[in-house]
T-cell receptor, first 113, second 114 residues
């Protein structure tokens, strides 16, 4: 059974800092890994999706990497802004035909002005 | 392109009552998911549909929860009878089921059982 862990559970940084969020998964036979953002009281917004054959994906100030062999993914946020404050969740899609998403518990990020 | 629509946004019920949630996925998406997210935790998969067939319902408490996806489009999730521990946000998501299989989520329904 896939288990996804995110560390740290909470992170507070001053505006302008670069930061890294970590995600680890126990079963390396994944189809893809997806990073989401969740604002309080809202649903999930997809940020980046990395296919199992890829090593990284970039969108604006966000860069996500994937290392299947070690069961790890990172989300790098450059030049953080107060508007980046949210909970960031990673989810691993299973390698079977069903491709279920298994989520971590998230990292709650606060960017201080 | 319209996103995943869910209703209602909020619901407050007493324990032992019943409640139903509705989801309309993105047009053409074959895969539909229902997740339960308890405060402070990541979403947990309750049930996954591929068209109108169930792919995975291993974590669905079948004694009180039921879900259906008629005609492979809209879906409803029902809880009967509700318990206090069912208080959570219920998220619906859909994906094309092929290729990138990127999942798109609705705004969720926040259920409070008192």
């Amino acid at each position: 059974k896939q288990e996804v862990t995110q560390i740290p559970a909470a992170l507070s940084v001053p505006e302008g800092e670069n930061l890294v969020l970590n995600c680890s998964f126990t079963d390396s036979a994944i189809y893809n890994l997806q990073w989401f953002r969740q604002d309080p009281g809202k649903g999930l917004t997809s940020l980046l999706l990395i296919q199992s054959s890829q090593r990284e994906q970039t969108s604006g100030r966000l860069n996500a990497s994937l290392d299947k062999s070690s069961g790890r993914s990172t989300l790098y946020i450059a030049a953080s802004q107060p508007g980046d404050s949210a909970t960031y969740l990673c989810a691993a899609a299973g390698g079977g035909s069903a491709r279920q998403l298994t989520f971590g518990s998230g990292t709650q990020l606060t960017v201080l002005p | 392109e319209a996103g995943v629509a869910q209703s209602p946004r909020y619901k407050i019920i007493e324990k032992r009552q019943s409640v139903a949630f509705w989801c309309n996925p993105i047009s053409g998406h074959a895969t539909l998911y229902w997740y339960q997210q308890i405060l402070g935790q990541g979403p947990k998969l309750l049930i996954q549909f591929q068209n109108n067939g169930v792919v995975d319902d291993s974590q669905l408490p079948k004694d009180r929860f039921s879900a259906e996806r008629l005609k492979g489009v809209d879906s409803t999730l029902k809880i009967q009878p509700a318990k206090l521990e069912d208080s959570a946000v219920y998220l619906c998501a859909s994906s094309s089921g092929t290729g990138r299989t990127e999942a798109f989520f609705g705004q969720g329904t926040r259920l409070t059982v008192v």
